[in-house]
């Protein structure tokens, strides 16, 4: 069989979140080019995306696992080197989003305003997962002396984002801890790469709740805010694709991106709030 230009056949690759939007448009794209991918989420759904998988479940795994609990996070890892004995790629995807406001004068300590309780959730998904996967992963990576650890930030991250305060600040952290452990990493043969993404086509994270959610905290009906996605200044001019991110996930993580370490990728159609 004639080689792709990635070369990603036989590599593998850990995706958390994996059971739905951009992982499972990530774990997609990879089973298509070869790659042996664990879906790794909490969500049982990620059992049915694996018949999806170009290869089957034969060839890939689902493993049940909470990103914020370290045991869950080392057994994740675990059953990846029994299954293939090497871990290749890590994309820290597993996210979620609770738009809040820092203070809402109208309903103090009311629905929309942000509670320690959904802080603590967001840093302990968000930030605190990323750190125990990339922890678990970069000990079997050094072994090997060689890996990719791929962090997935968000636009919102650097630009900050009205009524997403926390979730921006985890995203930036994801910033600063690309560029960190890529000065920690680089001598053990692995690289840490980011995405952050701007405005994308649907997912799960865009529930009612969500958007209702954001719509408060702008002052703006959800009615209003389904036609600010369109209406947003996207130089491109449209909402980015979740094939369009996995297209740059895969290319981060192949040999094709060998001198690319300890920085953020904007994949946002050229927008930004600057
Ligand atoms: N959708 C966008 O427009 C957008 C933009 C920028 C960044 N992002 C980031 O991309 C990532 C994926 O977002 P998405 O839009 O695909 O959302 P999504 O809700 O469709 O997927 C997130 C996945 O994470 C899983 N997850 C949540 N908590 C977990 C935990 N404790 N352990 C393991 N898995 C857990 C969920 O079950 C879900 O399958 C997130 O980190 C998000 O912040 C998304």
């Known amino acids: ?28 794209k990879m089973a298509e080019q070869g790659m042996n991918v664990v879906i790794s989420d909490v969500n049982p759904a990620g059992q049915e995306v694996l018949k999806e998988l170009c290869g089957g ?26 299954k293939y004995g090497k871990l290749d790629v890590l994309v820290n ?89 890529a000065k920690e990493l680089g001598k053990y043969g692995v690289r840490v790469v980011a995405l952050a993404p701007g405005i994308l086509e649907k997912t799960a994270l865009r529930t009612e709740a969500y958007e209702e959610a954001l719509a408060y ?10 036609k600010s996605y369109e209406k947003v200044s996207i130089p491109l001019g449209r909402v980015g694709r979740l094939s369009e991110v996995a297209d740059l996930v895969c290319f981060l993580a192949s040999d094709r991106a060998s001198y690319i370490h300890g920085v953020t990728y904007n994949i946002t159609g050229g927008k930004s709030r600057g």
Request: positive net charge; glycine residues 8%; aromatic residues 6%.
């Open 217 to 226: 905290t702008r002052g703006i009906t959800v009615e209003q805010l389904r």
């Open 1 to 28: 069989m004639e080689k792709s230009w990635l070369n990603l056949e036989g590599k593998v690759a850990i995706v958390t979140g994996g059971a739905s939007g951009i992982g499972k448009a990530v774990a997609q």
């Open 93 to 181: 995807n597993a996210g979620v989003n609770l738009p809040r406001l820092l203070v809402d004068p109208k309903d103090p300590k009311g629905k929309f305003e942000l509670k320690e309780k959904e802080f603590d959730l967001m840093v302990a998904i968000n930030q605190k997962g990323a750190f125990l996967c990339a922890q678990a992963a970069a000990r079997e990576m050094v072994k090997r002396n060689s890996g990719v650890i791929i962090n997935m930030s968000s636009e919102s991250g650097l630009e900050g984002s009205e009524g997403q305060s926390c979730y921006a600040a985890t995203k930036a952290a994801l910033y600063s801890l690309t560029r960190s452990w």
């Open 57 to 82: 479940p034969q060839k890939h795994l689902f493993i049940m696992t909470d990103v914020t609990k370290a045991e869950s996070v080392e057994n994740m890892v675990q059953k990846t080197i029994e």
